[in-house]
C-alpha cells in the first residue's frame, strides 16, 4: 500500500489560518472515514489532533478542524499560534495502516 | 496514570535479532488494539504491526515473516520480536493504542530507538 502525499511544507504568520491537504485513492481515504491527522514535534511522540476525518480529542483546541472530500483529507489550523509549528501527518485505513509522508509547519 | 513505556532498544549487527518491550499502564492492553509504528531518523511514520483485543496479529509487508507481535497479559506488556534486521529497520519504535479499532492511536509511548549495523 502507498503512501498517502502531503505537501513537504506549509507556512503561516501568527493569526491566519493554514490547510494541509492529504491525498489518497478511493481504496483508502475515499473508501474510509477512518482518516487522522498527528502532530509531532521534534523529539517527541506524534499526537493525535483529528480521529475519523473531523472528530477532535479532548484537549485538542477547536483551531484545528479535518474534513475530506473524496480522495482527499485536509487539516485546517486557525489562529496560528507559535506552538502549533511542528510537523503533520495524515494516516488512513486501507486493509492496513498508511501515513502520510508528513507536513512540516512553520509559523512565519 | 496512562502511559505507555517502551523499551529495548539498541544497536544490533544486521541479520541480528532485537525484542522490544512496551509496558502499560492505568489501562488493560489485552482489552485494546495495541500496534507499532516506527520512524526512521528524518523520514515519516510507518505502521509495523498490529495485535487484535481477540488476539489476531497484522504485520506490514516491509516486516512480514521477521517480526513477530505478542502480549503478556499478566504483565500488561506488548512486545515486538525483530529477527533478521536489516539496515532499514533502523527507526524510532513507537506502540501505540487504538480503542476502537477505528485506526487511530490516542495513546503513544516515548519511543525506543533501533540501530541495525555493522
Known amino acids: 500500500q502507498s503512501a498517502l502525499t502531503q505537501p513537504p511544507s506549509a507556512s503561516g504568520s501568527p493569526g491566519q489560518s493554514v490547510t494541509i491537504s492529504c491525498t489518497g485513492i478511493s481504496s483508502d481515504v475515499g473508501d474510509y472515514n477512518y482518516v487522522s491527522w498527528y502532530q509531532q514535534h521534534p523529539g517527541k511522540a506524534p499526537k493525535l489532533m483529528i480521529y475519523?476525518?473531523?472528530k477532535r480529542p479532548s484537549g485538542v483546541p477547536d483551531r484545528f478542524s479535518g474534513s475530506k472530500s473524496g480522495n482527499t483529507a485536509s487539516l485546517t489550523v486557525s489562529g496560528l499560534q507559535a506552538e502549533d509549528e511542528a510537523d503533520y501527518y495524515c494516516s488512513s485505513y486501507a486493509g492496513s495502516l498508511v501515513f502520510g509522508g508528513g507536513t512540516k509547519l512553520t509559523v512565519l | 496514570e496512562v502511559q505507555l513505556v517502551e523499551s529495548g532498544g539498541g544497536l544490533v549487527q544486521p541479520g541480528g535479532s532485537l525484542r522490544l518491550s512496551c509496558a502499560a499502564s492505568g489501562f488493560t492492553v489485552s482489552s485494546n488494539y495495541m500496534s507499532w509504528v516506527r520512524q526512521a531518523p528524518g523520514k515519516g511514520l510507518e505502521w509495523v504491526s498490529v495485535i487484535y483485543s481477540g488476539g489476531s496479529t497484522y504485520y506490514a509487508d516491509s516486516v512480514k515473516g521477521r517480526f513477530t507481535i505478542s502480549r503478556d497479559n499478566p504483565k500488561n506488556t506488548l512486545y515486538l520480536q525483530m529477527n533478521s534486521l536489516r539496515a532499514e529497520d533502523t527507526a524510532v519504535y513507537y506502540c501505540a493504542r487504538d480503542r476502537w479499532l477505528f485506526w487511530y492511536f490516542d495513546l503513544w509511548g516515548r519511543g525506543t530507538l533501533v540501530t541495525v549495523s555493522s
Open positions: 475519523e476525518v473531523s
